[in-house]
């Protein structure tokens, strides 16, 4: 079946620190995986997506692989900021289940001053 | 273009009582789905309809049920409310079902 395992946190950074944040996944098929951000008080937005191997998103100075031969889809920013402080998720779509995303648990992150 | 709205946005409720929750999709978007999210069990997936028609279900108990109408709106409902209803309930729109999903802000339900 499909599943998406990712670093719970929370995460807490400084200001212009680098950001890693993990994400694995198992899949029937070719899924298409994506990052979702979440604000306080907010519902989900679309941070980026890949749809198939090698590919990357990219949004926002936020980045992420698609590595088929690790399962992985690691999200990294080269400098983050205050503004960036929230939660996200790692899902994947596709496979043999049409309509329906499968989302990790998700990272709180928190960055500082 | 207009994202996806939903309404209301915040509702308390009491045990026993129903509930229905409306999803407006992104005007020409046909396929909506459902999450209801929780700190204990994360995102989990409800339903998910396209053409007015439910095409994938998640493991909830029959008390959840859905609909979509012929302009793609969809409302679900929740009968018999109990208090681990209370959660972030979400709608996503896509284009078609292997389209990117896009969210609305969610409805906040408090059952008491």
């Known amino acids: 079946g499909n599943s998406v395992t990712q670093m719970e946190g929370p995460v807490t950074l400084s200001e212009e620190a680098f950001l890693t944040i993990n994400c694995t996944y198992t899949?029937?098929?070719?899924?298409?995986l994506f990052w979702y951000v979440q604000y306080p008080g907010e519902g989900l937005q679309l941070l980026l997506k890949?749809?198939?191997?090698?590919d990357k998103g990219s949004n926002k100075g936020f980045e992420a692989t698609y590595r088929k031969e690790t399962t992985s889809f690691h999200l990294e920013k080269g400098s983050v900021q205050v503004s960036d402080s929230a939660v996200y998720f790692c899902?994947?779509?596709?496979?043999?289940?049409?309509?329906?995303?499968?989302f990790g648990r998700g990272t709180q992150l928190t960055v500082w001053p | 273009k207009a994202g996806v709205t939903q309404t209301p946005r915040y509702l308390i409720k009491t045990r026993g009582q129903q509930v229905t929750l409306s999803c407006s999709p992104i005007?020409?978007?046909?396929?909506v789905s459902w999450y209801q999210q929780t700190p204990g069990q994360g995102l989990q997936f409800l339903f998910e309809?396209?053409?007015?028609?439910?095409?994938n279900k998640g493991n909830f108990p029959g008390r959840f049920s859905g609909r979509q109408f012929s302009n793609s709106r969809s409302e679900m409902n929740v009968s018999t409310l109990e208090l681990g209803d209370s959660a972030l309930y979400l709608c996503?729109?896509?284009?078609?079902?292997?389209?990117?999903?896009?969210f609305g802000p969610g409805t906040r339900l408090l059952v008491l």
């Open positions: 996503a729109s896509s284009a078609g079902q292997k389209e990117t999903q896009y």
């Open positions: 899949a029937t098929g070719y899924p298409s």
């Open positions: 890949a749809t198939k191997a090698d």
């Open positions: 899902a994947l779509f596709g496979g043999s289940t049409l309509g329906r995303l499968y």
């Open positions: 005007s020409g978007h046909r396929s």
């Open positions: 309809y396209f053409s007015e028609t439910q095409r």
